[in-house]
């Protein structure tokens, strides 16, 4: 099946860092991503649409200048959290759409990545 | 939008079936998902119905009524391993993207 994988698994960092997540399709392309976050005992909450070789789309009240996301190529998107605040700590998501084949409704969700902001 | 609602937790025994209920209202429905996710980990896929029905997978079965805007998850033979969350969610027509409820923890005891 298809796989999808994130790095990394867990981070710590400090308050007013910038940290970098890494979404990658190991045995697909993927033409678009999706980012999720998702806080203790809460849904997923989508935040963006990432499609290769174009700008991403925000969802409502998610700011597109804190969360910068880039899918540079078929089977990486990258999502940057700017300038990290304590609120900030969450579980990030992503998942990927193959372009091609498989069932239309299908998307493969990575592993998570724990962010902690202190 | 979408307003999605299901029960917050649940307790059963090992052994035992469980159903897990979903309701849903929606403008334009076009598929109900559920996903099972541990903590900490990313969700997996279990069952998408779109039409109305009962669609059994091994252990798992789904149902789903559109007129009342309602679907369970039932579980069979419950395993301790089956201690999860179980989330539904909803896609609206011209969207990819499914809309996630808030999940049902459920806890299995011996």
């Known amino acids: 099946g298809a796989v999808v994988s994130q790095h990394p698994s867990w981070v710590i960092c400090k308050s007013g860092t910038s940290v970098k997540i890494e979404c990658r399709s190991l045995d697909f392309q993927a033409t678009t991503m999706f980012w999720y976050r998702q806080f203790p005992k809460q849904s997923l909450m989508l935040m963006a649409t990432?499609?290769?070789?174009?700008?991403?789309?925000?969802e409502q009240g998610v700011e597109k200048d804190k969360f910068l996301i880039n899918h540079a190529s078929l089977t990486l998107s990258t999502l940057t959290v700017t300038s990290a605040h304590p609120e900030d700590s969450s579980f990030y998501i992503c998942?990927?759409?193959?372009?091609?084949?498989?069932?239309?409704?299908?998307?493969?969700f990575g592993p998570g990545t724990r962010l902690t902001v202190l | 939008g979408q307003n999605i609602d299901q029960p917050t937790e649940m307790t059963a025994t090992e052994g035992a079936i469980v159903q897990i209920n979903c309701t849903y209202q929606?403008?334009?429905?076009?598929?109900l998902f559920w996903y099972q996710q541990h903590a900490g980990e990313a969700p997996t896929f279990l069952s998408y119905?779109?039409?109305?029905g009962l669609e059994e997978k091994g252990r798992f079965s789904s149902f789903l009524s559109r007129s009342k805007g309602y679907s369970y998850l039932l579980l069979k033979e419950l395993q301790m391993k089956d201690s999860a969350s179980y989330l539904c969610a909803v896609r609206e027509e011209g969207s990819y993207i499914p809309t996630f409820g808030r999940g049902t923890s459920l806890i299995v005891h011996p």
């Open positions: 990432s499609n290769e070789g174009s700008k991403a789309t925000y």
């Open positions: 119905n779109v039409l109305d």
């Open positions: 998942s990927a759409k193959g372009s091609g084949g498989g069932k239309p409704y299908e998307q493969f």
């Open positions: 929606t403008s334009g429905f076009n598929g």
